[in-house]
């Protein structure tokens, strides 16, 4: 067989070694039939690149292609290099952001300044009690939806609060069952110390989605950090901007095999009993950890109320039981607790009140970009009110305070990335407030997210580019612009991104469509009703006392160990008893 190099259509180079001629040796067992000329040809071949058993081995073409050289000069100047293809867009100037930028001095002395940061913030080990606890979770706030929501900030280079946080690793999201995870097994991980299977919440993976015997069995039963926070006496409660029996808060509480079991009548339409396996809302009511929470605020009423009345707002009740829940709530606790529907009830709370029920909408809570803020509290202004409340009630003890911003997650699955990322924003004002207003040496802050998305920030765009616009560097293969931001899948790809025309299919020009538009859905590889989770894994920030434990990479059901770690929640092991000392007794 004759030997030598073909080019293939992708512009790699395959190499065809003859098989007679061995490469260690660089002998052939025939050289009559091996010209010493072709030998030497084989061997610069070889030695010009890496080769790997005939495999195509990339060309300088190919790399050409991956990595675009742009002009960062007006067209015409003296650095005109003319590299672009046809297909790219017209010469842009892409200046540096600042004049600084152009000199090393300025960067060398950014990273001098990062470098004291980082030896100031890591040279002294917080190791104290960590008497209050806040977990910060943004749902489905992946890492490309936190470097978007910097440029939405105003630019690259900014930074959300919790990114300042000293202390930063990486969880693993997956659940027991599953490759990419929901927020109800991720919610059982990061509060309860334990993976679970998909679509549950608060229980072992012995438990099967809509598994009601197996949900009924306490055995399966995971206890919350909320449950071990209580019962050291400590004030507990959540925030969300969904409703409170959704998923990631039902983690605080709720034992379940199905998360969609928020009110009985769910329960009952998937032919289960709602007294063999009472339904959310009833969990929040009437369940151990549900009752002595301090503070509940988020949406949902129509999942504590009868089909037969209506909420504030006319949105009818959801319960067949016909049972008033919110009315039974207040029935269980004194004068001193309050229920609350909008934001001037929230803010015009005493200071004698000891617990609060905040249901602010039907369901889920509108998104930022929606809301009268005139009607509607903020995630800020709900973490303000509860933190007050809650370093009241602890009574010297602590408190436990669970924050989610629930509706990041939901516009990433409409692929609403706008949506999305303010949501971001908002969930980040609530860190901001937090941290400033509780002390690091006694207060472990954690923000995280319980799973990614699919939405992803690519091309060659210039600084501070618009991110919800098309990227300004380059075109796309048809000649189109395309978006900064795009979704692996979901349901942008039917209701915006393709179109047929003469039989053909095109994509539409996203320089006719306004982009900025808070319900651009923007574009999508694949078709699907709903954007999928991403499997990839989330960030984790900390700031308070041992902080240091949240660091590198691991599994996320270590969350909730590694936070009662440092306020002695945990009978295992705990700083407490690694320190031979005890939490204030009640």
Known sequence: MKSGATINTSGLVRLAISPKWNVE?????????????????????????????????????????????????????????RSRSKRAMPQICFNPQKPEEEYAEYWRTLAQQTLDQQLESKMRLNTKLAKNIMLFMGDGMSIPTITAGRVYLGGEEKQFAFEQ??????????????????????????????????????????????DCQAQANQAHHVASIAAWAQRQGMATGLITTTSVTHASPAGVYAHTANRNWESDADVVADNADPTICPDIASQLIFGHVGQNLNVILGGGRQNFLPKSAKDASGAPGSRLDGRN????????????????QTRRGLLELSNQTTRVLGLFAPYHMPYHLDSNPEELPTLEEMVQAAMGILE???????????????????????????????????????????????????????????????????????????IFGINDGQLAADDLPYATLSYANGP??????????????????????????KDFMFPTAVPLESETHGGDDVAVFASGPFAQLFSGVYEQNFIPHGMAYASCLSDKRSMCLDGGISRRPR
């Open 165 to 210: 946080f000293p202390y930063v690793g990486l969880s693993k999201t997956y659940c027991a069952n599953m490759q990419v995870a929901d927020s109800a097994c991720t919610a059982t991980a990061y509060l309860g110390g334990v993976k679970a299977n998909y679509g549950t919440v608060g229980v072992t993976a012995a438990v099967q989605m809509k």
């Open 392 to 466: 009241r009630q602890s009574a010297g003890r602590g408190f436990f305070l669970f924050v989610e911003g629930g509706r990041i997650d939901h516009g990433h699955h409409d692929t609403l990335a706008l949506r999305a990322i303010d949501e971001t924003a908002e969930f980040d004002k609530s860190v901001r407030w937090a941290r400033t207003h509780s002390s690091v040496e006694d207060t472990l802050i954690v923000v995280t997210s319980d799973h990614s998305h699919t939405m992803s920030l690519a091309g060659y765009s210039s600084r501070k580019n618009d």
């Open 492 to 517: 942008g790809y039917n209701t915006n991104y393709l179109y047929k025309e003469d039989g053909v299919i095109k994509r539409k020009n996203l320089r006719s469509i306004n982009m900025k538009n």
């Open 25 to 81: 040796s660089a002998t052939t067992t025939d050289s009559s039939q091996f010209p010493i000329h072709e030998m030497i040809l084989q061997l610069l071949v070889v030695s010009a690149f890496a080769l790997s058993d005939g495999l195509a081995l990339p060309t300088r073409d190919a790399e050409r292609r991956m990595h675009p050289v742009y002009t960062t000069t007006a067209a015409g100047g003296s650095g005109d290099r």
């Open 325 to 340: 829940l919110i009315e039974e709530w207040q029935r269980q606790h004194t004068n001193s607790a309050h229920f609350v």
